[in-house]
């Protein structure tokens, strides 16, 4: 059974940064795509960035610029995906959640719906 652990979530100060890691456990097939997205109360869940199994990488540049960049490591039976996230800011308040799409996409797709498997989020709180 595939599953996802998010942690590095927390509250920091406007400017500061952080770094988020997703971990897929289950033995996933490494060409699977992982992504993240995030969500605030009221708000629709949103597309962050992805990466595939070959390492092509969708950023939403109009959600977050290129403040925040997006890696990937394939190990023995599990993916462990980095959301480095720079010169934050409270409007990038969020519950942060990662997602594996079982598909072999050329590159990302950003559809909520493509994603199969979710991790339970992590908080992230940026203070003015």
Do not use: M
Not at 110 to 118: E, G, L
């Amino acid at each position: 059974q595939l599953q996802l652990v998010e942690n590095g979530g927390g509250l920091v100060q406007a400017g500061g940064s952080l770094r988020l890691s997703c971990t897929a456990s289950g033995d996933p097939d490494t060409r699977y795509t992982i992504a993240w997205f995030r969500q605030s109360p009221g708000k629709e869940r949103e597309f962050v960035a992805g990466i595939t199994g070959d390492g092509a990488v969708d950023l939403n540049t109009d959600l977050v610029k290129s403040r925040f960049t997006i890696s990937r490591d394939n190990d023995n039976a599990k993916i462990t995906v980095y959301l480095h996230l720079n010169n934050l800011d409270p409007g990038d308040t969020a519950l942060y959640y990662c997602a594996l799409a079982p598909h072999f996409f050329l590159s990302p797709v950003r559809n909520v719906r493509a994603y199969s498997y979710w991790g339970q989020g992590t908080q992230v709180t940026v203070s003015a």
